[in-house]
């Protein structure tokens, strides 16, 4: 199918509110008239200073000359008299028309930028009091600033001086005609590109706090757009004006040529659709993920088509733990960006065939590419989600509930699974089809369908496809150093390691457990023989299936050198070829941190082949402190090899916060934070690395935490996902029970007609819905979280743009309170084993507690709701007086919210957190 052309090359969307700048134009425009003025004040110099004619050789001289020659045309221009007026007249006119110029690249560049912005005194439009005006513009210039997108002026105060003219138009001296001239030029040169201004209103109606706002752009002749924003308090309203004020202004700057809004670049842009990224943004900063999961969905029905911000759905589903949606949302994301079949056609195409057709695949690349510049990085992600088969598969084939205990979730779960066995059949049957057999494509279709049937035909089939992604991205990553929008850290050196060495060494791993019959398993510890030694296999290219053959000849050669390696991996014929697949013998190509990193990577990776049971040192050596595990022989090369990639790494990066990582969208953070993240608990490569001696000492170097190091487990998500659920139920019944007991105590709270009343109770019954479903699916369900989050939040009441420390963020595994973790000698040969089972052991404890909740308490309590929301209905209409039985009716439901603390106060995985609502208060 031929790819679909854009109608015409004018957006049909509404163009921006302010007018675009193009600082570029106007910045030739001045050069242009400045050589003019340049050129006209020699000439007309030249003829009153007699300047004698100097050789082409003589470059002084004729600097001086010229210099000469433009200070005599410059005294012309002001003191000329007499038969000189008419050049000095042209010169003032070229010179008016040369500062111009000027002043207009100027106002350009303040817009395009955007400079400093203009924030004029609010209005006060109300009864409130005058200081509320000044309160609330100093929140809406803060609101600004959180949003990272320029510096406004902060305060009610003027800003500082800025240049040159701003600090002469503050001089007070006005006795010298220069000053006063100067003083006029400075007020006419412009110092912002913006201005805003804003008048305070109320009204009777919900909501009634409103801001009414004006932005004005200063370039060329003045263009503003105004609207009026409500909300349920002032501090709601300013923060829905400075959304809706920066959703205007972004679209005309050079700020909306960079992810995520290059799309919306001289296009009206919705203000929700920049109020809920940035909501999404700071709370995924934050580890709130749930909540940014939620904003990151508001966003995307907003923008559908915005790839960047699938992406970060897709880093918030893996901070989770939810590995197969995370895939499908790659997966959905490369199908919005380009179609199945052309998609298929580029992946399973010969150099050959590509040669002959320029214009159906390198053409139609670069144009995709200069469309989608993040395409580079979508494919990366996607290619390295599908490597991940372990992770996967363990997801695919979960053990499935019951239907009385089947939630939402699982359904999910269901459309999830059906959707990518769909898409892995029609974009990878190739894999399994060798293209001189007779078989046709639906054979071979159902033939991978067949093999996404048991999990060990499925982490083969999965790892075919890693591959064969990582080999034609490699290709195309030739034809993305020719647009520059293009992110250069995915370089050819990054894919190539992972073409000839990360993707084989994981598709060995796949067919090695295949042979095994316990493929999937090993992420567990529950493979037969794992703490047995293995015999090396060495694969051939026979191994993987009919892909070969879609592949050059010297791309065969590099695959066999790779499959010779063999599983468990030759430490020394690794990190040989560590060293050619990585060119690090070329000194005119420096490496960066990722390349340093994905070699870490692949060595930790291969430790995956070995035992995790170390064998025990001498008791003679065990005096001169060394640990008593004794990673003998290839562990030990695989160990040192990882760690010291590792270390090569973080020296290479910044502490900045431009600093990026690729397995995961950007953070506010710099990237050797970051990386700390991944090194530490996220990422799998790893997790076979991490029990070793040799990890936990370079930990204690690099990241002094004056603490005690922390065992981990092979997979941290679950234990952290089940101690946030624990959290945030715990607090969650905290402020719930805090606030019936406020409704009970302050007069002034008691509601004034029973429908109020009526809406406490209804608004209770949905939070215990939501607990029960969470009691039942243990939490799992990031909806369900995020739902009940909402629910305390809207029957708190609490303040949406206040500093929040609710609901609570996903805790790091380093925060969490693991007793029996903490007594293992960190020094066990059975180290991994028994960390293993006693993590399991706490999140258990904390699922029968959920269990309890969800059974027991959650659907008892759902009854009582509906009781009383009858019984209320009845008082309503008879008209009967609820102050006699007040007190009690709040007892009775504050006391439900704290057996819900009582009971999870028995599990383990607690979290060092401070009073949620004594901290909901405006700073």
Not at 271 to 286: I, P, V
Not at 298 to 305: H, S
Not at 444 to 449: C, I, L, S
Not at 579 to 590: D, I, K
Request: hydrophobic residues 40%; proline residues 6%; aromatic residues 10%.
């Amino acid at each position: 199918m031929r790819a679909p052309r854009r109608t015409g090359r004018r957006s049909r969307a509404a163009p921006a509110s302010l007018p675009t700048p193009h600082p570029r134009s106007a910045l030739t425009l001045a050069l242009l008239f400045s050589t003019a003025l340049l050129v006209c004040l020699y000439l007309a110099g030249d003829g009153v200073v007699k300047v004698p004619r100097w050789a082409p050789h003589q470059v002084w001289p004729a600097l001086t000359d010229g210099v000469r020659g433009v200070l005599a045309g410059a005294r012309i221009m002001f003191f000329a008299a007499g038969p000189l007026r008419w050049r000095q007249l042209g010169l003032l006119g070229l010179g008016l028309l040369t500062y111009v110029a000027w002043r207009s690249w100027r106002q350009a560049s303040f817009a395009d930028r955007p400079g400093p912005i203009d924030i004029r005194k609010f209005e006060n439009g109300t009864e409130e009091k005058e200081g509320c005006a000044t309160y609330l513009r100093s929140r809406f210039c803060r609101q600004l600033a959180d949003t990272d997108i320029y510096p406004p002026y902060a305060g009610p105060s003027d800003p500082a001086p800025q240049g040159f003219m701003d600090a002469l138009s503050k001089q007070g001296d006005t006795s010298s005609p220069m000053q006063v001239i100067t003083r006029v030029v400075a007020a006419l040169w412009p110092r912002n590109g913006y201005f805003v201004t804003a008048t305070l209103q109320k009204r009777t109606q919900e909501p009634q706090y409103g801001l009414s706002v004006t932005v004005t752009s200063l370039l060329g002749r003045a263009q503003s757009t105004t609207t009026t924003m409500w909300g349920r308090s002032w501090e709601d309203a300013t923060c829905r004006a400075a959304y809706w004020t920066m959703a205007k202004i972004l679209p005309a700057t050079r700020l909306a040529k960079n992810p995520p809004w290059r799309k919306w670049y001289g296009r009206d842009m919705p203000a929700e659709l920049f109020e809920c990224y940035n909501e999404a943004k700071k709370r995924h900063d934050d580890q709130k993920l749930d909540d940014a999961l939620w904003w990151y969905r508001e966003a995307l029905r907003l923008d559908p088509f915005n790839i960047n911000i699938r992406m970060m759905v897709a880093s918030v589903q893996e901070d989770l733990g939810l590995f197969l949606d995370a895939l499908h949302t790659y997966e959905a994301a490369l199908a919005v960006v380009e179609l199945e079949g052309r998609y298929t056609g580029a992946l399973w195409s010969r150099r050959r065939y590509r040669l002959v057709r320029p214009w159906r695949f390198t053409w139609s690349t670069l144009r995709l590419l200069r469309r989608h510049p993040e395409w580079i990085r979508l494919r990366y992600q996607y290619a390295r989600a599908l490597g991940y088969t372990e992770r996967l598969v363990g997801e695919w084939f979960a053990d499935e509930p019951s239907d009385d205990r089947r939630t939402e979730r699982h359904r999910v779960h269901d459309q999830v699974r059906q959707r990518l066995c769909a898409a892995l059949a029609d974009r990878y049957w190739p894999a399994v089809a060798n293209r001189t057999t007779l078989a046709t494509e639906e054979q071979a279709k159902d033939h991978v369908r067949v093999l996404l049937t048991k999990e060990s035909s499925a982490r083969t089939l999965l790892a075919l496809a890693a591959w064969q992604e990582f080999h034609r991205l490699h290709d195309d990553a030739a034809l993305a150093r020719l647009v520059p929008a293009v992110d250069r850290e995915i370089g050819r050196r990054l894919l190539r390691a992972m073409r000839d060495l990360w993707a084989p060494l994981r598709l060995m791993s796949a067919l090695n457990d295949d042979r095994r019959g316990a493929a999937g398993t090993a992420m567990s510890g529950e493979r037969p023989g794992a703490d047995a030694p293995l015999e090396r296999v060495e694969f051939d290219v026979r191994d993987a299936e009919c892909l070969p053959t879609w592949w050059h000849r010297h791309h065969r050669v590099k695959a066999r050198q790779a499959l010779v390696i063999g599983w468990p991996a030759d430490p020394r014929a690794l990190e040989q070829r560590i060293w050619w697949v990585q060119r690090r013998w070329n000194w005119f190509g420096p490496m960066n941190h990722l390349d340093y990193y994905t070699a870490a990577c692949v060595a930790a990776f291969a430790l995956a082949g070995y035992p995790r049971k170390l064998p025990d040192r001498d008791p003679d050596e065990r005096r001169c402190g060394l640990p008593r595990a004794n990673p003998r022989g290839e562990v030990e090369l695989l160990t040192h090899l990882a760690v010291d990639n590792l270390r090569a790494a973080l020296q290479s990066t910044e502490s900045g916060r431009a600093g990026r990582v690729v397995t995961q969208s950007d953070t506010r953070y710099g990237t050797a934070s970051r990386l700390r993240t991944w090194i530490l608990s996220s990422d799998s490569d790893l997790a076979w690395l991490r029990h070793h001696a040799v990890f936990r000492f370079f930990e204690q170097d690099i990241y002094q935490s004056l603490q005690p190091v922390s065992l981990r487990p092979m997979d941290v998500t679950k234990v952290r996902v089940a101690s946030y659920v624990k959290q945030l139920l715990c607090e969650g019944a905290r402020l719930l029970e805090r606030e019936w007991h406020k409704r009970r105590l302050q007069p002034g709270q008691r509601p004034s007609f029973l429908h109020d009343v009526l809406r406490w109770v209804r608004l209770d019954r949905q939070t215990w819905q939501v607990v029960e479903r969470i009691g039942r699916d243990h939490g799992l369900h990031w909806e369900d979280r995020a739902k009940f989050g909402r629910l305390v939040t809207e029957a708190v009441r609490l303040v949406r743009t206040a500093e929040l420390h609710f609901p609570p963020a996903v805790p790091r595994y380093d925060d969490l309170d693991l007793p029996q973790v903490s007594r293992i000698d960190d020094d066990e040969p059975y180290l991994a084993n028994m960390v293993e089972d006693r993590v399991h052991s706490s999140v258990s404890r904390v699922n029968a507690c959920l269990d309890q909740l969800g059974h027991a308490m959650a659907g008892a309590f759902e009854g009582e709701a509906d009781d009383e929301d009858r019984v209320l209905r009845v008082l309503d209409v008879a008209d009967h007086d609820l102050a006699t039985a007040y007190a009690e009716f709040c007892m009775r439901h504050a006391r439900r919210w704290q057996w819900v603390i009582e009971v999870l106060d028995d599990a383990d995985l607690d979290v060092e957190t401070v009073v949620p609502d004594e901290e909901q208060i405006e700073p």
